[in-house]
């Protein structure tokens, strides 16, 4: 059967409700303890990648999961598994599936949640509400006694690089996070498209944090959800929307909301020769890092090293790659240049992020920075320096340690505490910095060595890469002023 594509869809379950603009609720983040749990029924889920998608991207910020497997007969349940014990097994039944909803909120509730959110298998919530945006809702929630919230939907078409929005695609709002008010409880009834969220929520508030479908994301999937319906009854334009492409109109979907754990970040530190600079980055790399987002690496750019250094890396299993240089006499800035693209160039990653190895972080920095980035943008964190060297735009001159063996860590993430604000504001200093890979090998990467002009000033190669490069074809600098970063300066240097 060919594909003629979709149309219609979409109820607007609610009045156009004040909408909650998530960016402005960054600083209701962690206001207090509270326990999410993920609400997830499937089928035959695992092999088409579905299902692993989901499980990861909540496992993010979800506190647990509750798991109904409808009968799958895929690897849907070994996947589940891997991410909670919290599963329950029913016969394949799509005209119950209500009844069978029903029975997961109530294994759900019993995990005594404040809040659930709900998603279907081939869904996720963009990158703001992976990192800290549902959170966020919660908390705010709580506050202002809102019991659930509701999402718009982006459906992917045929593909990653669109979504559909003509006749009612693009008009769907569904209410995906559900407050524990003890009166929760589904509508059962018999059927397929029945209401899907619970009886017992009164007060919804729409937000922009987007919900983003998969179900339709390539020919094979679109027809499979065509013949699923087709089989249990469904009829008429509610059917052909499915394959009919005669009002199809597409926009453009944005890399900047897939999620961090959708994604592959590398995370890309130079070292040459100091052993407790290795150690101490990398020690404060995996302190402050999130497990739950494991598609984040790091590793070392061993430039030029020393047989020490290369023996330390190998004999501590830490992550890194060896670059010689062709002329190991050249000068040594020059020689950095060409390891940070080195490393840029390599890295098996969506998204790189350059840090130093005198560098220190604190809570939640990769997270902030990476919740910033866009395609028209390369953000940096705001730096905190130690006062050997004078600081630059956005930086704070503050003394926690001018070596490694000196640093205050405890000192350090109190003061952050103080200081840190949910904003970015345009220029700052060039470095941690994060770009999409694809956009920083398109700019040729840094220039090899800064650049002497003819009164004499010096431009560096890094200002020469942001705003000789990356800025004529569009992408700005930014500075993060919730991603904070401490610097010894000079580290390996002075070492």
Same mark, same amino acid.
């Given at each position: ?5 979709? %149309? ?33 029924k ?27 497997? *409808? ?25 119950r ?19 659930i959110?709900?998603?279907? %298998? ?28 509701s ?10 690089a ?15 996070l559900?407050k ?5 409880k589904?509508? !059962? ?77 590398s995370? !890309? ?41 290369l ?8 992550p890194?790659?060896?670059?010689l240089?062709?002329? %190991? *006499? ?20 969506? !998204? ?7 560098? %220190? ?30 600081s630059?735009?956005?930086? !704070? ?11 205050? *860590? ?12 949910? $904003?970015?504001? $345009? ?15 398109k ?6 060595g800064?650049?002497?002009?003819k ?11 942001f ?29």
């Amino acid at each position: 059967m060919g594909l003629k594509k979709i %149309a219609k869809q979409g109820l607007g379950l609610y009045k156009d409700l004040w909408r909650i603009n998530i960016e402005s609720l960054s600083s209701e983040e962690n206001i207090k303890p509270l326990k999410i749990v993920g609400f997830v029924k499937y089928f035959n889920e695992g092999t088409n990648g579905n299902l692993e998608r989901c499980l990861k991207h909540l496992s993010v910020f979800c506190d647990d999961l509750a798991l109904c497997d *409808d009968g799958s007969t895929d690897n849907s349940t070994e996947i589940a598994k891997k991410y909670t014990k919290n599963i329950i097994q029913l016969d394949t039944d799509f005209q119950r599936e209500i009844s069978h909803k029903q029975k997961l909120l109530e294994f759900a509730l019993s995990l005594d949640p404040d809040w659930i959110v709900w998603l279907d %298998a081939d869904e996720t919530f963009d990158r703001i509400g992976e990192l800290g945006g549902i959170r966020s809702l919660c908390n705010y929630g709580d506050k202002n006694n809102i019991d659930s919230f509701s999402f718009l939907y982006y459906n992917l078409w045929n593909g990653n690089a669109h979504y559909r929005v003509d006749e009612l695609w693009h008009k769907l709002w569904k209410p995906k996070l559900w407050k524990n008010t003890g009166k929760l409880k589904f509508d !059962i009834q018999d059927g397929l498209h029945l209401r899907q969220h619970p009886l017992g929520l009164k007060n919804d508030r729409r937000t922009n944090i987007k919900t983003l479908h998969y179900g339709f994301s390539s020919t094979e999937k679109i027809i499979e959800k065509y013949e699923t319906y087709k089989k249990h009854g469904q009829t008429g334009r509610s059917l052909d929307r499915l394959v009919d492409d005669s009002t199809l109109k597409l926009k453009k979907f944005s890399r900047d909301w897939i999620p961090i754990s959708s994604m592959k970040v590398s995370v !890309i530190c130079l070292i040459y020769k100091s052993t407790g600079y290795a150690n101490f980055v990398y020690e404060s790399f995996k302190k402050y890092a999130n497990p739950k987002l494991n598609s984040i690496d790091f590793h070392f750019i061993a430039n030029d090293p020393t047989e020490n250094l290369l023996n330390y890396l190998k004999e501590n299993n830490l992550p890194h790659k060896l670059f010689l240089n062709e002329d %190991a *006499d050249e000068y040594y800035l020059n020689r950095v240049y060409r390891a940070w693209n080195f490393g840029g160039f390599e890295a098996d990653a969506d !998204i790189i992020v350059f840090v130093n190895s005198d560098m %220190a972080f604190s809570k939640n920095w990769l997270e902030n920075l990476l919740k910033n980035l866009r395609e028209d943008r390369i953000v940096t964190c705001r730096l905190v320096e130690s006062g050997k060297l004078r600081s630059g735009k956005y930086g !704070i001159e503050k003394n926690f340690g001018q070596t490694y063996s000196e640093f205050d *860590d405890e000192l350090f993430q109190n003061f952050v505490n103080q200081v840190s604000k949910p $904003e970015i504001k $345009e220029g700052g200093l060039f470095m941690p910095c994060a770009v999409y890979k694809d956009s920083f090998v398109k700019s040729g990467g840094y220039p090899i060595g800064n650049r002497t002009e003819k009164n004499g000033t010096i431009t560096p190669g890094d200002k020469i890469l942001f705003y000789e490069k990356l800025f004529p074809v569009g992408i700005k600098h930014y500075t993060v002023f919730d991603s904070l970063i401490y610097h010894v300066q000079e580290g390996e240097m002075d070492s």
